[in-house]
């Protein structure tokens, strides 16, 4: 069983940063595949981010490529997603994940066995 909380969500005007940190019970942590995905009202839970167990492989959305950095701590049971140039549209949110889900897979929302509860991230223009 892993229990993940995450924090770090907020207010932010349209070009600032946010740093959203998940911390993982349980451990498991170090041999789960990490992802970071979000919500926004109205809309279906995307995929944001991931990386896999090792951290030796990382991969994101094409909206948040260049702008966001998904990482992971084993010995701390953390991973982090710092967030950067933040638009209007990043508004959502951001739910950590965990599961045994392989590289090609990690993208997938339904290959996660466990959830974090959520963060709100608002970003005004």
């Known amino acids: 069983q892993v229990q993940l909380v995450e924090s770090g969500g907020g207010l932010v005007q349209a070009g600032g940063s946010l740093r959203l940190s998940c911390a993982a019970s349980g451990r498991t942590f170090s041999s789960y595949a990490m992802g970071w995905f979000r919500q926004a009202p109205g809309k279906e839970r995307e995929f944001v981010a991931a990386?896999?167990?090792?951290?030796?492989?990382?991969l994101y959305a094409d909206s948040v490529k260049g702008r966001f950095t998904i990482s992971r701590d084993n010995a701390k049971n953390t991973v982090l997603l710092q967030m950067n140039s933040l638009k209007p549209e990043d508004t959502a949110v951001y739910y950590c994940a965990a599961g045994p889900v392989s590289s090609i897979r990690i993208m997938i929302r339904g290959e996660y066995d466990y959830w974090g509860q959520g963060t709100q991230v608002t970003v005004s223009s």
């Open positions: 990386i896999i167990a090792s951290g030796d492989y990382t």
